[in-house]
């Protein structure tokens, strides 16, 4: 045994060192291998990775040492603290695909869906290989925050298995948004896990608010008026100008800002690109293997959120949500997040738009309800972001201490509380063990009462169904 | 070299996977084509300008009219030969009937 652990230092040990960087691309290059893709694909694959890795610590560097003194004079002077950098969506997609650990969660993701096929308990076979970082995400910030590695997993199995039974109750309802019930395409992606809440909300909206209704509004149309100020680009360069007038900083300065904010924001998703077309040759091959063991069934299939992008409400309420996001976060108790790269609440409309199904006020109103919940997980995920981000060397070295990055709108922020709350639980402080229980207990009931609702919505879609085919 | 545009939710993944298949298969059937992908709400009569086929994933609602051929792509996305090669035969078709270059 001394034997085996002594040659696994020798040869793994010198390997880990080298960083995260070259790690994935020798880890992705040979797990890709494995599943069949050929060698020199695979490679590419794990070549852009390292790239994108790369790319991306560099431009956390640039928006972090450019902001910080702003935000730390608009602290000091406000006594507001807002001190945690909104880095958006692609870093934290970027640092949570550098951690080798999430390869093993993809693996696991992979076994329980062809699992749940096999046993008929689901419809949907999940391609979305790229978005399994949401889970993996959840499952290291439980390990961040105490929990074991299997009670971790254990957590993500249960998220995960639910992911997959919501991707079969949405089914029909995307059917609808999409006016096409020929098609295949539905999808687990973690937004629309926040469906059981918005649900609850929903229905207290039918008791109090349904007069507001009446004054929903052509969204394709808004969207046209807002044009180029709701783009990455615009949205960084005034934000910036934002930021260094509460901070108190220099006409320069204040320019200096602006102009980074828009280019950090521009390149942020352009690099989110590099990395998603890192993992294509992965993604194929666990989508060609999964095939091959279940000819001749007809699936649905999970592919990433946007197919529903065409729908305007969404965008539409996105753009009405950020300023309000903006406000909500100046004032809400406990928030430290000031919204940068996560403005655009890409993370949050998608699951309205399905709850709603597009009653566009109905979706800013509920929306502005339950943003503080996402803010709320933002600042708790920060700590475990930072040390992801240090330990994969995505985090400059210059910053001072205490500074931190995170992501205001980062989808399922229920889960982040679940993972809070499983890993301080396994420290054995008994409030924490019963935060978790109750919250566990909470998320599965009140998922179990959502999915009873749109079943019986499903019911009224396929009577709808069959009377047109008569 | 024929122009083509495709747009998704962040311009990132969806938009990036039809592209690159896209630009693949028409290269094997022997057309130049360049696909754009863009985040679907920049997505107006400007950035469609010189675009010869519209790619989009579904029905997009629009607030303008897509005056060019439009050919629903989402089927690449099922990463399924089969499902994936109508979509192909459409768009060859669209540039063979528009005698398109």
Redesign the interface.
Known sequence: MQTIIHFANVVFKPIIDLGAAPVMLIVLTLIAWALGVKFFRALEGGIRLAIALTGISAIINILTTTYQPALTAFVKSTGIQLSITDVG??PLATITWGSPYTLFFLLLMVLLNVGMLLLKWTNTLD?DI?DIWHISFTALMAIYFGANFWVATALIILIGALKIINSDLMKPTFNDL???ND???TTTHLNYMMNPVIMLLDKIYDLFFRWLDRFDFDS??L??KI??W???FAIGCYLGIFIGLVGQQGVEQIFTLSFTGGVCLQLF??I??WF??AV?PL??GV??LA?KHLKGRKLN?G??????????EM?AAANVLAPILLLEALVLPGNHILPLGGIIA?GVTPALLVVTRGRIIRMIVIGAVELPIFLWAGTLSAPFITSVAKSVGAFPAGVKGGTMIAESTKEGPIEQFLAYAVGKSSTGEIKFVLYAIIGLAAYCLIFWWYARQMKKRNAIYAKELADNKD | MIKMLT???????????IK?AVEAEMKKRGYQVSVE?I????L?PETMKGVQIFL?????????DVTVPEIDA?AI????PAMAAPVYDKIEDTIKKNHLS
């Open positions: 969506w692609a391609v790229f999409l006016h096409n098609n295949p395409m394709a149309k969207n046209e044009g180029f709701g783009s990455n998703s352009l989110g690109s998603i077309k294509e993604s194929q989508t060609d095939n299939i592919l990433d959120w946007p197919f529903i992008a065409g729908r305007s965008w890409m | 747009a998704c939710g962040a311009g990132v993944n969806s938009s990036h996977q690159d992908a985040q679907i709400k920049d107006n989009p994933i579904n029905k997009p609602d629009l607030s303008f989402g996305l099922y990463r399924m």
